[in-house]
């Protein structure tokens, strides 16, 4: 069983890695990470690293979780009003992006990992996030522009459909951009309509972003 032990410690952990926004740790402190993962990885809710789920995917490492948060807010005054994140996956980033912002829309591509988290949501009574089974290449224009857009699959490129879907007034994109090898974790920012600040921030390993529905 997990413990609240391993979760405060996973928390100074974090600190200790440079996680120093108090609004982000807040999130996770907040957030059962044991309900998003399958009961057999009970054990390892809180352990620094990434854990399977279904259909080959996984959540993501909560330091990982942490770092892309931080990045997507910025020094922006809370709660942001809409953020798009492409691959729900277990919902758990969703879950913590919640907290942060008044609407957040989640797209994955995969029908099974879509229901799953549907249903997890419900449950848990998160009212504000809103899942649509879809390719996230095209992003959701029908809520757009968004606040923040976080990618939590690599692509070769960055989706030209997703940098015009981020607000023209500071809108933040934090995506791990690469191959199955190598990839880099960027933050873009669009400072007005043409102009797009894009910096590298670490090494990072996602699971490919795939075009289609499944
Ligand atoms: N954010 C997730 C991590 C998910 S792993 C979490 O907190 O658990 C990456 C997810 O991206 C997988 O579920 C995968 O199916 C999904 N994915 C990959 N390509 C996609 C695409 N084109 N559109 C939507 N989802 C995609």
Redesign the pocket.
Known sequence: MYDMASKESLLSELKSMGILNLTVLDAIQNTPREL?ISAEKLNQAYENIPLS?N?D????QPYI?AKMTELLIGERALPLSKIL??????????AILSQLATQIY?????DL?YKKSKKLFSELNYQNIHLKH????KGWQAHAPYDGI?V??A?SEIPLALLNQLSENHGRMVIPVGNKLNQELKLIIRKDPQKYDIKNIESVK???????K?
């Open positions: 998003f789920i259909c995917q996984t959540i993501s979780v994140e492409i691959g729900t996956g277990s919902g758990y980033q969703a989640t797209i994955e591509r995969h990992l879809d390719d996230g290449f976080i939590t699959a692509p996602f699971v490919p972003m795939l075009s289609g499944k």
